[in-house]
């Protein structure tokens, strides 16, 4: 599977943007998918993550409430919707996919398959 992330850009606080992370090689309908994000001199955190079904969705508390994850089987995609942005969201914000959505979970690189990221700012 290659995962490809895009809609980064520079926001103003309280702005909004959705990323979008496209795979392709392999349906993503049987992976959880996750979103992680790495700031400059700082090792890349977990930020929200989603089963395979879409039932279940998890998000760090520092996003909750702000952030909606989000997939679309058929278009083999999945979106991290990001309202509410605060300077410190800025990171490089990578997508990633794992048939355990615990163990996605739990690093970026713990997961199967992990893509390039997109750069997030946020003014103040």
């Known amino acids: 599977v290659q995962l490809q992330a895009s809609g980064g850009g520079l926001v103003q606080a309280g702005g909004s943007l959705r990323l979008s992370c496209a795979a392709s090689?392999?349906?993503?309908?049987?992976?959880?998918m996750s979103w992680f994000r790495q700031a400059p001199g700082k090792e890349a955190e977990f930020v929200a993550g989603?089963?395979?079904?879409?039932?279940?969705?998890y998000y760090a508390d520092s996003v909750k409430g702000r952030f909606t994850i989000s997939r679309d089987d058929i278009k083999n995609t999945a979106y991290l919707q990001m309202s509410s942005l605060k300077p410190e969201d800025t990171s490089v914000y990578y997508c990633?996919?794992?048939?355990?959505?615990?163990?996605?979970?739990?690093?970026?690189?713990?997961?199967?398959?992990w893509g390039q990221g997109t750069q997030v700012t946020v003014s103040s």
């Open positions: 090689g392999r349906t993503l309908s049987s992976y959880a």
């Open positions: 989603i089963s395979w079904s879409g039932a279940n969705t």
């Open positions: 990633a996919a794992d048939a355990s959505i615990i163990a996605a979970m739990r690093g970026l690189y713990e997961n199967n398959y």
